[in-house]
């Protein structure tokens, strides 16, 4: 699965891919999680399986919901309090469930 973390400039976002990437199950290890800033995603988008959506802009989901329509790619929020606590078995717990 390729995982895409859009924020609004992929700095912190960096810091919750490793805690991600942390807690991926030995099946995932293969998985490809990255973070990339809203600006990045429209030279991007066709390349992921999943996007999730940095709580920062979440007023961009509309956007980002009418770019992926054609990939059918699954985007979800990222949790607030995960996020700002780097939860990454928190974040990969809501992943699985898309």
Same mark, same amino acid.
């Given at each position: &699965?390729?995982?895409? +973390?859009? =924020?609004? =400039?992929?700095?912190? !976002? !960096?810091?919750?891919?490793?805690? &991600?990437?942390?807690?991926?199950?030995? #099946? %995932?290890?293969?998985?490809? /999680? %990255?973070?990339?800033?809203?600006?990045?995603? $429209?030279? =991007? /988008?066709? $390349? *992921?399986?999943? /996007?999730?959506?940095?709580?920062?802009? @979440? *007023?961009?989901?509309? &956007? +980002?919901?009418?770019?992926?329509?054609?990939? %059918?790619?699954?985007?979800?929020? /990222?949790?607030?309090?995960?996020?700002?606590? =780097?939860?990454? $078995? $928190?974040? &990969? #717990?809501?992943? @699985?469930?898309?």
């Amino acid at each position: &699965m390729n995982i895409l +973390l859009v =924020c609004a =400039c992929g700095a912190s !976002t !960096t810091i919750v891919v490793e805690a &991600m990437k942390e807690n991926l199950h030995e #099946d %995932e290890k293969d998985w490809f /999680i %990255e973070a990339k800033s809203v600006q990045e995603v $429209k030279d =991007c /988008i066709g $390349k *992921y399986d999943a /996007i999730l959506v940095a709580p920062q802009i @979440r *007023y961009q989901k509309k &956007m +980002l919901e009418k770019l992926a329509a054609p990939y %059918e790619i699954k985007i979800a929020d /990222i949790d607030p309090s995960a996020y700002g606590t =780097c939860n990454g $078995k $928190k974040i &990969m #717990d809501a992943v @699985r469930k898309l």
